[in-house]
């Protein structure tokens, strides 16, 4: 089974704190995501990384910034966090299309409040 | 723009009965369609995933079909349980796109005992 797991399932900073949410995957997979998810606007992609040190932009990557130092682990940073940034916040890891099934599975989710 | 549509919000339906929920979506150039479900205040869990050459695909009593021409895919449930209440959200991973899925707004189920 896939397993990917996120550091912690709720966390409340301080506005202007940096924030660092951590997520591993077990799959070797080659992509990673972050997601936001708000009542009414639905799941919404922050970053993604299709491989090691690679990034690109979501829809909605203003205020974050991500790091993939090696392939199973994908870091999702508010550098000066604010009370807009108060959500639950979702990984997800998926397989290298390349013609093969590429679901992506996702993590439990870290609820975020920021005061 | 891949626009994704997902009505009802809710849906309340009794035990026993069983289930359909529907998904649209505006751009037919798909590579795959996935069905997830999400129990509150948790991640989602991968229920099928069905790739744009696919008709349908069932795993147990689920049974989720796709219509690419007319951009709808239908989720079935068959004879629905108390545990089957949570939300279900569909998403779709355009060609165009990358890996990025676009997602819908989810149903709401909750199945009445």
């Known amino acids: 089974d896939v397993k990917v797991t996120q550091s912690s399932r709720y966390l409340v900073k301080r506005t202007g704190e940096k924030v660092f949410l951590e997520c591993v995957q077990d799959m070797d997979h080659e992509n990673m995501f972050w997601y936001r998810q708000d009542p009414g606007l639905g799941l919404r992609l922050i970053y993604f990384?299709?491989?090691?040190?690679?990034?690109e932009k979501g829809d909605i990557p203003e205020g974050y910034s991500v790091s993939r130092e090696k392939k199973e682990r994908f870091s999702l940073i508010l550098e000066s966090a604010s009370t807009n940034q108060t959500s639950m916040y979702l990984c997800a890891s998926s397989n290298f299309p390349s013609g093969r099934k590429d679901e992506q599975y996702f993590g439990p989710g870290t609820r975020l409040t920021v005061t | 723009k891949q626009e994704v549509t997902q009505i009802p919000a809710a849906l309340s339906v009794p035990e026993g009965e069983n289930l359909v929920l529907n998904c649209s979506f505006t751009d037919s150039a798909i590579y795959n369609l996935q069905w997830f479900r999400q129990d509150p205040g948790k991640g989602l869990t991968s229920l099928l995933l069905i790739q744009s050459s696919q008709r349908e695909q069932t795993s147990g009593r689920l049974n989720a079909s796709l219509d690419k021409s007319s951009g709808r895919s239908t989720l079935y449930i068959a004879a629905s349980q108390p545990g089957d209440s949570a939300t279900y959200l569909c998403?779709?991973?355009?060609?165009?796109?990358?890996?990025?899925?676009?997602f819908g707004g989810g149903t709401r189920v909750l199945v009445k005992p």
């Open positions: 998403a779709v991973r355009r060609w165009a796109a990358g890996n990025k899925l676009t």
């Open positions: 990384s299709y491989d090691v040190k690679m990034k």
